[in-house]
């Protein structure tokens, strides 16, 4: 099976690379990248036409939640995989917090096993951090490890007991294993469900404000430097948190940080008419807080974009605000939306690209995000002048609970190949 | 030609300063006159009650009892996630029954805003969570200028938990609109943030602020707020934040003292300022009745153009 992507645009992070090239592709590797036209006449091949398209590594997303097992109404690990590929994803790092949760080496291997017959993505588990993310004990993070996580958390909860914190850090130190904190004072949270600020005043929701955020991220930052592990922050959203990543950072320090689409380009003014589609947790912030955002992905604090994609079908949303489910979903419309910050001059296409491909797969030590030669054929193509319209309707998820409903953006997914196949468009 | 009315109650921010000036004419001409014209003979109202409550409740069915409109008490589920049937389903049946309004009361706010969304039927919201209870507003703002012969230029205090008071944002709302100024006064942690920038003033000095106000308007101490968090004990809330006799001494002569019920009494009101001579606390209770048949009839009595 060999597949030849020619009149594109190769954008590669990985090697510093940005030029017209032509791409071969063979027995599910990049074979060759070579001069427009280098490649042609060969027979017996496939080829895509990428004309005005980039064709860059495969999307990776460090942060996805398929409800499998337990909530297979939401998203399953064949949907889920799905939206990935149609939405230019071509990896998958599914969090913990399924029901039961991943916090022992069956549920692992169920998802891998599930992941290898329905998925069309590489889909890539995240072991809990704590048994039942309960925050009170370890999970045997060694035989998860062994059954193919690649990432340690409890993302949906904080781990509110620091002693429990530091000594996962300490124990993950062996199997080089990143942790990934979910930053939220709980006590301080409390019910809080929106920013707290004027719009909760109005609104009579109750805040959570960026301090339960901010004093979360400053311990965990005190303990990847007590402990010398790496500590990764999940969906960052308050200009004191980018504050504290960047000093910590300068320190050398090891942490690093991913925001979402939702985070960088929502604000909790969104919330004015109780929409639930603009309800998760860390909230929706401010204006100042987006400033900071993307001043920190353009200085390079925080490293990745993730989409903390999170279905819920109606029935955790159609609901009273406050008694509704957290979360937003992602997968269909991240690269879309966040190819704003390219055109908003916050990144290059370059670093746009590296975001979301090679500096995740840094960070979770993945063998992916690159078209060196050799590499696994992971490629995302897609033309970054053409416009979408977000419509739910015409989501392969199973929920359709996403804020950018009606959207038109630029960036449209033009084919999306995993292991030298091509997964989306669908046959 | 008229105006077309809002079709939904959902806040203060649903009237314009002209639309309350009607509703409390209307509601002057039912009190003196005890007009029990069957203005709404032929109409069905139901009460859609999914937080108990007594006051407001009794008050919209006595409003429409003496317009003669047919009105249904309904306790809905107080939750959707505890009952099976959501929120939206439970209105969904009431109006397929079509009612010519639903009053909604619901202990989450923005649950009456949610069905606005969805019913095509007007809605009247009868309290919504820490959001906005709007009757309740137009009734103390009738109640004042009953009393008082004006609003504009009036300085309102209301004293509690602002933070967590539907009754506090619905009349902040509706009092600016009628050219008072209003003062918010409580501990600190029952403030809410920013709450400055819908133009009240904010102390947290109770006997400083009784002797500029020419309203009083306590609000009650709900008992889950009483967890040793928001405030030590009940005995420093009294002490700093309890209307007693003693306060009112420092108050102007002629200052009226409203409370929206159910009273703690002995907590943030003293039973002798309840009772006492300056208190227009039934008042209010009675104004409600006549302030809530004219809301009805303004909203649906009136002859006038309409949007659907």
Redesign the interface.
């Known amino acids: 099976m060999r597949l030849l992507i020619k009149n594109g645009t190769v954008v590669d992070p990985s090697q510093k690379l940005q030029a017209k090239k032509d791409l071969l592709i063979e027995n599910g590797k990049i074979k060759k990248i070579a001069p427009p036209g280098s490649l042609d006449n060969q027979d017996d091949i496939q080829v895509i036409d990428a004309k005005n398209c980039i064709v860059a590594p495969g999307f990776i997303d460090m942060h996805t939640h398929l409800r499998e097992p337990g909530e297979e109404h939401k998203e399953t690990i064949h949907s889920g995989a799905l939206a990935a590929a149609r939405g230019g994803f071509t990896s998958i790092v599914c969090m913990a917090n399924t029901q039961p949760p991943n916090d022992n080496p069956f549920i692992t291997q169920f998802i891998k096993l599930k992941a290898q017959e329905q998925a069309c993505v590489n889909v890539y588990p995240v072991g809990a951090l704590s048994k039942g993310l309960k925050g009170e004990e370890l999970a045997e993070i060694g035989l998860l490890k062994e059954a193919g996580c690649v990432a340690i958390s409890d993302d949906g909860n904080p781990v509110m007991n620091s002693y429990v914190m530091r000594k996962a850090l300490d124990y993950c130190k062996h199997f080089r294993l990143p942790i990934i904190s979910h930053c939220e004072d709980s006590h301080l949270v409390g019910k809080g469900m929106i920013n707290?600020?004027?719009r909760?005043?109005?609104?009579?929701?109750?805040?959570n404000p960026s301090a339960s955020e901010e004093i979360m991220v400053a311990r965990d930052i005190a303990l990847a430097e007590l402990t010398g592990s790496h500590v990764h922050i999940a969906h960052i959203s308050t200009e004191a948190a980018v504050r504290l990543v960047r000093d910590a950072k300068k320190r050398k320090v090891s942490v690093s940080t991913e925001v979402t689409p939702h985070h960088l380009f929502l604000t909790d003014e969104s919330v004015a008419?109780?929409d639930t589609h603009f309800k998760m947790a860390p909230p929706l912030r401010t204006p100042k807080d987006i400033r900071a955002l993307k001043e920190g992905l353009k200085e390079n604090i925080i490293d990745a974009l993730a989409t903390d994609h999170a279905p819920h079908s109606v029935?955790e949303k159609?609901?009273?605000?406050?008694?509704a489910a957290n979360g937003v979903m992602g997968l269909e419309t991240a690269l879309p939306v966040t190819l704003k910050l390219v055109e908003e001059k916050v990144l290059t296409l370059s670093q746009f690209i590296e975001k979301w491909t090679w500096a995740p797969a840094k960070i979770l030590k993945l063998p992916k995000g690159t078209l060196k030669v050799g590499a696994d054929a992971d490629i995302t193509i897609f033309d970054p002048t053409k416009k979408v319209k977000i419509n739910k309707d015409t989501f392969q998820s199973k929920s359709k609970n996403t804020p950018f409903h009606g959207w038109t953006c630029k960036g449209h997914v033009h084919t999306t190949v995993v292991g030298g196949k091509i997964v989306y468009p669908f046959k | 030609m008229e105006a077309f009315h809002p079709r939904h109650i959902l806040g203060m921010d649903d009237l314009s300063r002209q639309d309350i000036f009607k509703i409390l004419a209307l509601a002057k001409k039912f009190k003196s006159s005890q007009n029990t014209a069957p203005l709404l003979k032929g109409k069905t109202i139901v009460n859609l009650f999914f937080e108990p409550s007594t006051r407001t409740r009794s008050s919209f069915e006595i409003a429409a009892k003496r317009l003669s409109a047919t009105i249904l008490n309904i306790t809905g589920p107080q939750s959707s996630t505890v009952k099976g049937e959501t929120l939206i389903d439970t209105a969904k049946n009431i109006e397929a029954m079509n009612p010519d309004v639903i009053i909604i009361r619901h202990s989450s706010s923005g649950a009456p805003y949610v069905l606005s969304q969805t019913l095509k039927t007007p809605i009247i919201n009868a309290g919504d969570g820490f959001h906005e209870h709007p009757t309740q507003a137009l009734l103390d703002i009738f109640t004042i200028e009953e009393v008082k012969g004006k609003l504009s230029g009036l300085k309102v205090l209301i004293v509690g938990d602002i933070a967590h008071s539907r009754v506090a944002r619905s009349n902040i709302t509706g009092l600016k609109k009628m050219g008072a100024q209003v003062i918010v006064c409580g501990p600190p942690t029952l403030i809410p943030p920013a709450i400055t920038r819908l133009g009240v003033e904010v102390s947290y000095d109770l006997k400083k602020c009784v002797q500029k106000a020419d309203v009083i308007m306590m609000l009650r101490i709900q008992e889950e707020r009483q967890d040793h968090i928001q405030f030590p004990s009940k005995k420093e809330y009294i002490q700093y934040f309890g209307l007693n006799s003693e306060t009112l001494k420092l108050a102007k002569k002629d200052v009226i003292i409203m409370h929206p019920g159910p009273l703690n009494r002995g907590i943030e009101i003293s039973s002798e300022v309840a009772d006492g001579p300056y208190s227009v606390i039934l008042n209010q209770v009675t104004n409600g009745v006549v302030v809530r048949m004219a809301l009805l009839v303004w909203l649906m009595g009136e002859k006038r153009a309409s949007t659907h």
């Open positions: 707290e600020g004027f909760s005043t109005l609104l009579g929701l109750r805040g008419t109780y029935l159609n609901i009273e605000f406050e008694e």
